[in-house]
């Protein structure tokens, strides 16, 4: 089975003090409604594929759309809280400035992480547990 899902998270963003770089929070164990029940991602080390973020080029894009590239996505590291997160690194284009500054201003809040699915662990149909 392969599908592809987005997910959208609050951004919880970090700046380092003299850095042009961006930690954010990507990605975690929250469940999620979908059309098909409950979904829940697992974050453990083999479950997740993260060779295209530790290539350091993984596009950061605004909403999903490739015309608005605005810098790359590094360093990944899932912590001991089992939450994805990366180094983003904005560019140095006037909007790719613009949207590094709304996201430390706490203007742009929300983040959106495109994946694919190519196993199912677990599948119920029980959607009132709240449990997959």
């Not at 991602?41 to 993260?50: F, G, N, P, T, V």
């Not at 350091?56 to 809280?81: C, E, F, Q, T, Y």
């Amino acid at each position: 089975m392969r599908l592809q899902a987005q997910r959208t998270f609050e951004i919880a963003a970090r700046a380092q003090e003299g850095s042009d770089e961006i930690e954010l929070a990507i990605s975690s164990e929250a469940p999620v409604e979908r059309y098909f029940g409950i979904e829940i991602l697992s974050h453990e080390k083999k479950a997740i594929d993260l060779s295209r973020l530790k290539s350091n080029r993984a596009a950061l894009l605004v909403n999903h759309d490739s015309d608005r590239h605005v810098g790359v996505l590094k360093s990944p590291a899932i912590g001991d809280d089992k939450v994805l997160r990366v180094r983003a690194r904005f560019g140095r284009s006037a909007y790719a400035v613009e949207i590094r500054n709304d996201v430390t201003d706490g203007i742009r809040t929300l983040a959106s992480l495109g994946y694919v699915i190519h196993e199912v662990i677990e599948e119920t149909t029980d959607r009132s547990s709240g449990e997959a």
